[in-house]
Structures are given as structure tokens and as C-alpha cells.
């Protein structure tokens, strides 16, 4: 079955402390992809990033990056330089190949607070 | 362009009540869903759809109706309200590959 988990529950740090999230998933497909998404305050889900099984390079946006490993089934998240505004739920998500590439399953999600 | 659209956003229903959350999209989008979101449990798929007159269930259907007239709306009804149901309620949707699914602000329904 598939399956995503989030161990960390909720991490704090102060501004400008690097902050790592972590993702482990399970899935039986060798074609998959797994996405984050920020949910700030207010609610709504943001989209940071989708990667397909493919593609093991690591990707960086900004002060965002993003570490794919497929021989730990892992795909975690780093915040470099954190700012008070990154405090906000992340989500991790796990989607499988084909006709069920629209079916997201979440992980619990991790609650991020950053302190001045 | 307004992505995907969720009404309403706030609501609160008495058990047993009856009301359709609605959903629509100007994307184009084939696929459509809706997901509930449960403290500490992340996102559950409720019901999906492939298409116009396509639908399907998901993980946590019970007490949920959908149903797919037009490419644009996709309203998730609940029949007979329970405390249970009290959730927050999102909409998405994508195109046939999944590359980026959109969703929509979210509802918040409250069961009393």
C-alpha cells in the first residue's frame, strides 16, 4: 500500500536556523511522484515542488531545497536561512504513475514555527 | 482566470441537515477531487472524478455524494450531516497527467 510519513510532528527554530523536514514513502510503482505543499495560516495549500521517480536530482529554489533519495525511499526538505513567514504546515504527498497520477496521498504533515 | 473555486467558505450544520459544498474550475481541468483535512491526519481523498459523468470513490467515502454534469463543477453533497463530518474540505484539480494540481481555498464545515 502506499503510504507517506512525517515523523516530525512539529519543529520550532529561530530565524535564520536551517531547518530540515523529512518525508519517507511507500509505494509499490517504480513510476511515482511526490510533491510538497505549504499550508500557511490562512489555509489554503501552496505548491512547492513535484518530482517524478525518475529524476533523482536534488533541486534548490531560493532558500528551498529539496533531497530525493530512492534507496532510503525519501524525499526531505530543507530551509536554509529560515524566516518567521516560512512558519506554516508542510505537507509531503505521494502520487502513483498513470491513470492515478491525480490521487494524492498526504502525509500527517509538519508544523514549522519559526521565532524571531 | 480564477483556478478553483470553493463555496462556501464557513458553514455550520445542525446533525442531519442536508448541503452541497460547491466546486468549480476554469482550467479545462479533467480530474477533479475532493479531499477532507483532519487534525494531525493530513489530507484523506474523499471522492474523485476522471471526467464529465465519471466519478468514483476514494479513501473515506461514507456520507458523501458527487456527482459530474459539466468539466467545470464538481459539488460534494452531504446527505444527513454528522459531527464526524466536521472537517475542512478541499477541492483540486489537474489535467490528465497530474504534473500540478490546483486546489481550491478550502471549506470550513462545522457539525453541531
Known amino acids: 500500500a502506499q503510504k507517506v510519513t512525517q515523523a516530525q510532528t512539529e519543529i520550532s527554530v529561530v530565524e535564520k536556523e536551517d531547518v530540515t523536514l523529512d518525508c519517507v514513502y511507500e509505494?509499490?510503482?517504480?513510476?511515482?511522484?511526490l510533491f510538497w505543499y505549504k499550508q500557511p495560516p490562512s489555509g489554503e495549500l501552496v505548491f512547492l515542488i513535484r518530482?517524478?521517480?525518475?529524476?533523482?536530482q536534488n533541486e534548490i529554489s531560493g532558500r528551498y531545497s529539496w533531497n530525493f533519495q530512492k534507496s532510503t525511499s525519501s524525499f526531505n526538505f530543507t530551509i536554509t536561512a529560515s524566516q518567521v513567514v516560512d512558519s506554516a504546515v508542510y505537507f509531503c504527498?505521494?502520487?502513483?504513475?498513470?491513470?492515478?497520477?491525480?490521487?494524492?496521498?498526504f502525509g500527517s504533515g509538519t508544523r514549522l514555527l519559526v521565532r524571531p | 482566470n480564477a483556478g478553483v473555486t470553493q463555496t462556501p467558505k464557513f458553514q455550520v450544520l445542525k446533525t442531519g441537515q442536508s448541503m452541497t459544498l460547491q466546486c468549480a474550475q476554469d482550467m479545462n481541468h479533467e480530474y477533479m477531487s475532493w479531499y477532507r483535512q483532519d487534525p494531525g491526519m493530513g489530507l484523506r481523498l474523499i471522492h474523485y472524478?476522471?471526467?464529465?459523468?465519471?466519478?468514483d470513490q476514494g479513501e473515506v467515502p461514507n456520507g458523501y455524494n458527487v456527482s459530474r454534469s459539466t468539466t467545470e463543477d464538481f459539488p460534494l453533497r452531504l446527505l444527513s450531516a454528522a459531527p464526524s463530518q466536521t472537517s475542512v474540505y478541499f477541492c483540486?484539480?489537474?489535467?490528465?497527467?497530474?504534473?500540478?494540481?490546483?486546489f481550491g481555498e478550502g471549506s470550513w464545515l462545522t457539525v453541531v
Open positions: 504527498a505521494l502520487t502513483e504513475g498513470g491513470d492515478s497520477s491525480y490521487k494524492l496521498i
Open positions: 483540486a484539480s489537474s489535467y490528465r497527467d497530474g504534473n500540478t494540481i490546483y
Open positions: 518530482r517524478n521517480s525518475f529524476d533523482e
Open positions: 472524478s476522471v471526467g464529465a459523468g465519471i466519478t
Open positions: 509505494t509499490r510503482d517504480t513510476t511515482y511522484y
